[in-house]
Structures are given as structure tokens and as C-alpha cells.
């Protein structure tokens, strides 16, 4: 009898450690990519700025935006880019080329926004980063990586922010937020580290995981590299 209720006790953490690890196969959702807004982005370094000059002859300049902030530009030289929208931007390069250019017109496009990201960890479906191009809250940031997954903790989910005074840590209410309070549905900024952490439960069937399988990461390794072996 003590064998078989040892057995019993068992079986449930198993099962569920083979839940865990046939979720963790699983193809991650495709998440929508925020929505970039020209007008409220704040241009910084390293960011990648496009810049077109128009009419003919066409100019295109793909600059980076250098730790002071400025980026340089033919014909006018150094522009202020640091702290300013594309919009703002161009409007500046456009007026400084007049001079040399009848009817100019200038675009300013963000190529990659390196400056100002957000980085979501844990239990989401596709943890990683994302640029911060607009005005963005934790549960919009938590839909762009394809949400929490079933073993999400959403009562403990963090907003860790690093700034020159220290590091705060934020908690988030989920609860409250689906109830209408969005107190804690905080206005992200850039190097903000949302971490979503997983379930007691969840927890505990991740180190039944590691001990049932603990070879598993490295058979993943080895079929990826005997299949390109394989491949023509």
C-alpha cells in the first residue's frame, strides 16, 4: 500500500513535467509588432536614422546616432538628433538644405530603434525585447510577445526600472487591471524589464523537468546539428 501511494504521489508530477516540456515544444504564437508613431518617438543613440532628400537628385544618408546625440548630415553638417522626433528632425535638415537645394524636402525614418527597448522575460510565449516607438503599458507590451502562457504567476508579474537614482521594482495588479483599475498598468520606458514569473506549481514541475530529463537541451542541439549535417 505504501508502495503504491508512493507510486500515485508520483505519477501527477510526472505527468505534469511532460505537460511543461510539450509546451515548451510548441511553436510560439506570431506577435503583432507595436505600432510606430514618428510623432511621439524620441530619437537617441544608437538608434539607425534614415534620411531622404528630395527632389531629384535623390539623397539618402543611413546614419547612426552617435553618443552625443548628433548625427552629420551633407552639405549642413551636424544635426541635433538626440531627445527629437523624426519629425523634428527633418524639419531642421529641411530647412538648413534649403539653401543649397530649391524645394527640398527631407524624411527622417527610424531604421532600427536601439535607444529605447523593452525587454520581457519569463513566462510569456515569446519572451524577448522590443523597441519602445510609442506610448506603451505593460499588459499592451505583454500582447506584443504573444501573452502569458498557463504557468504565468500574473499576480506577481514586475516592472524592474534602472535609473541614475537606483533600481525601482514595480508590481503589476493584474487582477486590478481586469477589474478596470489600471493603476499599475504603468506608462513603459526604455530599459524597462518586465518579468513575468512562473506558478508555485509551475516552479516545481520545472525541476521535476531538469531531473526526468535532464539530457533533453542537449538532444535538441544534437538533432539541429545532425540535420544540417544531413541537409544538401
Same mark, same amino acid.
Given at each position: ?20 516540456? #510539450?509546451?515548451?515544444? &510548441? ?5 503583432? /509588432?507595436?505600432?510606430?508613431?514618428? +510623432?511621439? %518617438? =524620441?530619437? $537617441? @543613440? ?34 541635433? #538628433?538626440?531627445?527629437? &522626433? ?5 524639419? /531642421?535638415?529641411?530647412?538648413?538644405? +534649403?539653401? %543649397? =537645394?530649391? $524645394? @527640398? ?128
Amino acid at each position: 500500500m505504501g508502495l503504491r501511494a508512493h507510486v500515485l504521489g508520483f505519477r501527477a508530477p510526472t505527468v505534469f513535467a511532460i505537460a511543461l516540456l #510539450a509546451s515548451a515544444c &510548441t511553436s510560439p504564437i506570431p506577435r503583432p /509588432e507595436p505600432a510606430f508613431d514618428p +510623432g511621439a %518617438y =524620441k530619437v $537617441g @543613440a544608437p538608434d539607425q536614422l534614415i534620411v531622404t532628400i528630395l527632389p531629384d537628385p535623390i539623397v539618402t544618408e543611413t546614419v547612426i546616432v552617435r553618443p552625443d546625440g548628433r548625427i552629420t548630415i551633407q552639405l549642413i553638417g551636424e544635426v541635433e #538628433a538626440g531627445g527629437r &522626433t523624426p519629425d523634428q528632425i527633418a524639419a /531642421e535638415i529641411e530647412e538648413r538644405i +534649403g539653401r %543649397y =537645394k530649391r $524645394g @527640398a524636402r527631407a524624411t527622417v525614418a527610424v531604421g532600427r530603434a536601439e535607444s529605447s527597448a523593452v525587454t520581457v522575460l519569463g513566462e510569456v510565449r515569446s519572451p524577448g525585447r522590443f523597441a519602445l516607438t510609442k506610448t506603451t503599458r505593460v499588459t499592451e507590451a505583454l500582447g506584443f510577445m504573444g501573452g502569458p502562457t498557463n504557468f504565468a504567476s500574473i499576480g506577481n508579474i514586475r516592472v524592474i526600472r534602472t535609473s541614475t537614482s537606483g533600481t525601482e521594482v514595480r508590481p503589476v495588479d493584474f487582477a486590478a487591471i481586469r477589474r478596470g483599475d489600471l493603476t499599475t498598468n504603468v506608462a513603459l520606458e526604455g530599459g524597462d524589464i518586465i518579468w513575468v514569473p512562473p506558478t508555485l506549481l509551475a516552479r516545481i514541475g520545472y525541476v521535476i523537468q531538469q531531473i526526468l530529463f535532464p539530457f533533453q537541451p542537449l538532444i535538441g542541439v544534437a538533432q539541429s546539428t545532425a540535420g544540417t549535417m544531413i541537409a544538401p
